[in-house]
């Protein structure tokens, strides 16, 4: 009986991490392609490191206001992930610009998931952004990260239905329950070998547009 072959991952925070729980509950199961050996946090009191641990899973701060600039944060941080045998990078709310060097370094290894459908609304307060531009739909997108902000290559989108009385309240809620059933199923695409980078591209495996779980609607 083979087993799978699970890439060792990381999981990025900034707070709460409802992201983060949602991927280690999914990497629970035994066919998961990724095993979640890591989480840090730039913030020591991120909620999320409290979860983490008590899951089972080394949970550590790396606080960037201990360093003078961005620079030596973001090597503190790639120290980390080395010493952990890290292969992918997981950002889940964290709150961070990540330096371009950092970014090239981990090229093609490293994920972000973004409250819209990309490229529509970069940057924040994309419910705001949506519901003032009038969309009928919105959503949540998992990319690749690149050096320029929410612009990396698209793995996966969820969509949800802008309904007449949405504020950036309600919309937000609903498109969080999106992003906890779209972030596992992406980061299974990647971790698997059936999503990956190529010439900027995200090419999957079956030579498709994209199979299941690159695209959920409610």
Aim: hydrophobic content about 45%; proline content about 6%.
């Amino acid at each position: 009986m083979s087993t799978v072959q699970k890439k060792r991952v990381a999981i990025l925070i900034s707070g709460r991490g409802s992201n983060m729980v949602s991927l280690i509950e999914a990497a629970k199961a035994p066919d998961y392609p990724a095993e979640i050996v890591l989480v840090l946090s730039n913030r020591p009191e991120a909620a999320g490191l409290d979860y983490a641990a008590q899951a089972g899973i080394p949970a550590r701060a790396v606080d960037h206001r201990a360093y003078p600039d961005r620079a030596r944060f973001d090597a503190a941080l790639d120290a980390e992930l080395r010493a952990a045998g890290i292969e992918l990078v997981v950002l889940a709310g964290f709150m961070r610009v990540l330096t371009p060097g950092f970014v090239e370094s981990w090229a093609g290894r490293m994920i972000n998931i973004h409250p819209s459908l990309l490229p529509l609304f970069r940057g924040t307060q994309t419910h705001g952004q949506a519901l003032a531009a009038g969309v009928r739909l919105h959503g949540c997108t998992v990319h690749y990260v690149v050096p320029e902000l929410d612009a990396g290559p698209i793995v996966a989108q969820g969509a949800v239905p802008v309904r007449a009385g949405d504020d950036p309240d309600s919309l937000a809620a609903r498109i969080l329950v999106q992003e906890h059933r779209l972030y596992p199923a992406a980061l299974a695409l990647v971790a698997s070998g059936r999503a990956r980078l190529e010439d900027g591209r995200v090419v999957f495996a079956d030579g498709t547009d994209g199979p299941d779980g690159a695209l959920l609607t409610l």
